[in-house]
């Protein structure tokens, strides 16, 4: 708990006489003040003891030298003369001395003591961590935590200290980086870390100053020895291409810029933490790492190794410490590499006796109920493994793909690496190398630069005597890597993609349907290669599946784009596994929304410009609808009968078992006409925007319904 808060429990707790009150903090001399302070303001004695000082305290503020022998004895001593004082004693680090049956006995004697008296009396325990406490005690202690400085402590330290020495030009949102940036530390760290950063700063506090505090926040990590602490390397222009995800960080750093006061007033939450899945080496750990720099925050890499130990209760322990650990430097961000295989087979076999369940229901309660800012970010390269608690909208804010670089991406990391080794891109044709390395991912572009500079280093070695080599070298000043050394090391390498082709594939199939694209790149590269009518015959399609999802489920598909079809699978809102609760209702209205495609090319086309994709719809739509009869009994003319346990399909018509199809597929097909002719104005303009923007994911989708209601 905060100060304010702390201070009120202890006054409150005092007032209805509790004998013993247990402070646990780090901050000796902060709770000194605290308690010291509520003592002058409420007419208590203050009296201060540790083993090494001795007793401070009364009204002549005297030090008196004295042992745990004689401390007991002296409040006991101080209680019965107190008729009409109240007293307040602090005992520091003194829960060591309850090991001794004759210590702690006399310990327990002096709550009956106090309440023989008129006054209020109350013993506060301080320790910067909660030992175990004696059974004895439970029933007479309670027990309070003060919590690190909260910004608005920090705000008012700083100002009151240091505030002439804050540039009058900076911005409340600058002044807000800086007591972020603090949060995490104690009140006599922040007063050294601030007195540091000016004197290496000659005396002035501006924006540099901020750097020297995150460096400084390095010692807590290496501490604890759970954690491991990344310095800020990469930056956003490290990155190539995911233009998405780029984005995305940009707009959410403006958030983490605003004071606390201004995201409470204009009722925003700060960001909670992305979950990245793609294919090894396409980057989703760089854009870990550049998310740091571009949000000027501490980046904390948590292993997961580390976590699971042999001891009973350590793994659950050790999750616990990287929690503390995380929200104690906040604001950060906090890094999980290959979350999959942490958490990956959870929900099957558990031959650890429920280790891995129990801490990872630790982590993922407190990714929903986390109030300090840590974001966290996670990566994964089997997001099929993932447990469904995961996925779930408050624990990450989005899950994004990141998928194999395009052409035109491919080029810009080429330029990346090879101006990062000193090389002249003028010289080279990134073009060529980009179309001659189809398929590779960001990791295995940067394998080929790396291959080629080495090459080239060893050409330089090779038939020539040694003294000539080194006196070569030292005149060096870079290497000049040729375009046709690249292009024999590109093609000395296989990529991933082809090597482990059938299960990249799937993994892209897969995550296109449940994940927002990283980069729009690849969408518009496959879109320029198709003609403005097919394009828009692709839109007309997507949208109708869209408005229909969007009237029968109030939901949207994760994203929709003009490049190729999507899988009907792709606007069915509801997984298989919960299909047990659908209603006739329910799965008329999946129908509609299967069928939404083709009503749309009918009403904005002819029927000689209908799709292939339409035919495919149908084939699913129609499943569906036989699924209803022979399996549910949804049937009008075979209701209430399942023939599926009947196993016999002669017993029954074929034609009535048709007839029932057909009706369903009619029903379907009438109401979504009407939707669709009755919104037809809405789906063009919603079609014009598909087209012109290539990609929409689903925020784009909501913003389009919310300003483009439907008519009902």
Request: charge should be negative; charged fraction near 30%.
């Amino acid at each position: 708990m905060n100060t304010k808060d702390f201070e009120k429990e202890i006054k409150i707790h005092i007032e209805a006489r509790y004998p013993i009150l247990w402070l646990v903090s780090f901050e000796e001399r902060r709770v000194e003040r605290i308690v010291e302070n509520l003592c002058e303001s409420t007419g208590f004695e203050y009296w201060s003891w540790s083993v090494s000082r001795g007793l401070y305290g009364g009204k002549k503020k005297k030090r008196e030298p004295m042992g745990r022998e004689k401390i007991l004895t002296t409040i006991e001593e101080t209680i019965l003369k107190s008729e009409n004082i109240n007293n307040l004693f602090l005992l520091k680090d003194i829960a060591g001395y309850f090991n001794s049956h004759e210590f702690l006995r006399k310990f327990r004697d002096l709550p009956a003591i106090m309440e023989e008296k008129n006054s209020l009396n109350t013993i506060c325990i301080l320790s910067p961590t909660l030992s175990d406490i004696p059974p004895e005690l439970e029933e007479d202690v309670v027990i309070f935590e003060l919590s690190l400085p909260d910004y608005d402590e920090i705000e008012e330290l700083v100002t009151k200290t240091y505030g002439h020495l804050i540039p009058q030009k900076w911005h409340s949102s600058t002044r807000s980086i800086l007591y972020k940036s603090l949060q995490g530390l104690s009140l006599d760290n922040i007063r050294r870390v601030v007195r540091k950063a000016i004197s290496l700063n000659n005396g002035v506090l501006n924006e540099s100053c901020i750097t020297y505090i995150q460096d400084e926040k390095q010692q807590i990590i290496k501490k604890q020895k759970t954690l491991d602490y990344y310095p800020h390397k990469e930056v956003i222009e490290h990155i190539g291409g995911l233009d998405e995800i780029k984005k995305w960080f940009i707009e959410r750093e403006h958030v983490f810029r605003l004071s606390k006061g201004k995201i409470d007033t204009l009722g925003l939450d700060i960001p909670k933490g992305l979950l990245l899945i793609g294919v090894p080496g396409s980057g989703k750990s760089l854009c870990c790492k550049a998310l740091a720099g571009i949000w000027n925050l501490p980046l904390l890499r948590l292993d997961v190794g580390r976590i699971f130990g042999s001891t009973v209760g350590e793994s659950e322990k050790s999750i616990r410490k990287c929690i503390q650990l995380a929200e104690a430097v906040s604001p950060c961000i906090l890094w999980i590499d290959e979350i999959d295989k942490a958490f990956g087979g959870v929900t099957g076999f558990q031959g650890d006796s429920g280790t891995q369940l129990r801490v990872f229901g630790t982590f993922v309660t407190w990714l929903q109920e986390k109030e300090k800012p840590v974001f966290v970010i996670a990566t994964a390269n089997e997001p099929k493994n993932l447990p469904p608690e995961l996925w779930r909208k408050g624990r990450y804010d989005e899950v994004f793909f990141v998928d194999l670089p395009s052409a035109e991406e491919r080029e810009d990391i080429y330029r990346i690496h090879l101006e990062k080794r000193g090389q002249n891109v003028t010289r080279i044709n990134p073009r060529e190398l980009a179309q001659n390395s189809q398929g590779f991912t960001g990791a295995e572009i940067e394998q080929a630069v790396k291959d080629a500079i080495v090459t080239t280093f060893n050409k330089l070695r090779s038939n020539r005597d040694s003294k000539d080599v080194d006196a070569m070298i030292e005149e060096l000043s870079s290497l000049n890597l040729s375009h046709e050394q690249l292009l024999s090391s590109i093609r000395n390498i296989t990529p991933l993609s082809i090597l482990k082709k059938e299960e990249i594939d799937e993994l892209r199939r897969w995550s296109h349907q449940r994940a927002r694209p990283a980069s729009r790149s690849l969408f518009r590269q496959r879109a320029e290669m198709l003609s403005d009518h097919e394009k828009r015959a692709i839109a007309i399609h997507e949208a109708g599946h869209t408005l229909m999802m969007w009237h029968n489920f109030n939901k949207t598909p994760v994203f929709i784009s003009v490049d190729n079809y999507k899988d009907y699978s792709t606007y069915t809102p509801i997984e298989e596994t919960l299909k047990s609760t659908f209603t006739k209702k329910d799965l008329v209205k999946e129908i509609g929304v299967i069928l939404g495609g083709m009503i749309a090319e009918e009403e904005l086309s002819n029927n000689d410009s209908q799709t292939v994709g339409a035919s495919q719809d149908l084939i699913q739509a129609t499943q569906i609808a036989r699924r209803m009869v022979v399996e549910y009994g949804f049937g009008e003319i075979m209701k209430n009968t399942s023939l599926i346990g009947l196993q016999d399909y002669a017993l029954t018509s074929g034609k009535e078992i048709l007839d029932d199809i057909q009706k369903i597929l009619d029903h379907a097909k009438t109401d979504a006409e009407q939707v669709i002719s009755k919104n037809k104005d809405l789906l063009n303009r919603f079609i014009d925007k598909l087209v012109k923007e290539v990609l929409l994911n689903g925020d784009d989708l909501m913003r389009f319904f919310s300003t483009n209601p439907l008519n009902l």
